[in-house]
């Protein structure tokens, strides 16, 4: 536990998220405090605190060759003090990842840019009240091809096919995920070869991690999804590359911000087949 004037840091634990969520609705993040123990349960870091508030917090969730850097944040009325440099160096001695990543906000780019961090690409996020797709792909039956409800079996695959088109090994994450919200994969002569999660987040639900061997296999799951939660508040953060912002705005997805993606260090490729991309985030703090 280190010591700095009124100032103490620890490590970030389950007792600090209420503290944790003042300051991210504070900053007009939508977080909910289950999505603070989502991200908590698979994550370490750390927590300012003075005079027994939480003042800032800093995460680093490792996904094997590469840890994501997230939930960075200062107190507004602590600004200015050095604090937000401070936790993010403490927060980076818990882990040994080949390759950083986190998304940036215009207002941090500086501290990460000094760093060491360099951008890679644009994440843009779109949220709004969904509206259905004109062409949704019903479920398949039995075991024909097509689209699927994924069953806790499919967890090993699925995060297989995540870590060839992220990069990471999420396997935790999926897990997590498939406990708490909806994973849709479509099949191939019995094989995975996309899927969607739609789980609750914020304001509503998010659609994400996407992935898929092209724009157009990504479109069928998240066609599907769309029109199930039409009505309902929605949000999807994708990327520039993924060319999907237009088609998502025809359904009620407006933009609606983004950041910067930045990385240190290069991790090398997890399959040298790279069989799927990624078209849809988990979140902005899990990439």
Not at 194 to 217: K, T, W
Request: with cysteine; aromatic share 6%.
């Amino acid at each position: 536990m280190l010591t700095d004037d009124t100032i103490i840091l620890e490590p970030f634990g389950p007792q600090h998220i209420s503290g944790a969520h003042r300051l991210s609705k504070a900053a007009n993040w939508p977080h909910r405090e289950e999505d603070w123990m989502l991200f908590q349960s698979l994550s370490r870091g750390l927590a300012m605190i003075e005079k027994g508030e939480v003042v800032a917090t800093a995460l680093t969730t490792p996904f094997g060759p590469v840890a994501t850097v997230n939930m960075i944040i200062v107190d507004e009325r602590m600004r200015g003090r050095g604090l937000g440099r401070k936790i993010m160096s403490g927060v980076m001695e818990l882990a040994a990842p080949q390759e950083w990543r986190l998304i940036a906000t215009e207002e941090g780019r500086p501290l990460y840019e000094k760093l060491g961090f360099e951008a890679y690409g644009d994440v843009v996020q779109h949220q709004g009240i969904a509206k259905a797709a004109t062409q949704c792909e019903p479920l398949a039956a039995g075991d024909a091809d097509g689209l699927h409800l994924a069953a806790p079996a499919d967890a090993g695959a699925i995060a297989s096919l995540d870590r060839d088109a992220s990069g990471m090994d999420r396997s935790g994450l999926i897990e997590a995920l498939l406990s708490m919200g909806q994973i849709f994969v479509l099949r191939e002569a019995g094989r995975i070869t996309g899927f969607a999660v739609l789980r609750p987040f914020g304001r509503g639900e998010v659609l994400g991690p996407v992935a898929a061997a092209d724009a157009g296999e990504a479109k069928r799951l998240m066609s599907h999804i769309i029109s199930h939660c039409e009505g309902r508040f929605l949000r999807v953060d994708t990327t520039a590359g993924t060319g999907l912002s237009p088609w998502l705005e025809q359904h009620g997805l407006t933009l609606a911000g983004g950041g910067t993606a930045m990385r240190l260090g290069k991790a090398e490729p997890v399959s040298p087949t790279m069989n799927a991309r990624t078209f849809a985030l988990a979140a902005q703090a899990l990439g």
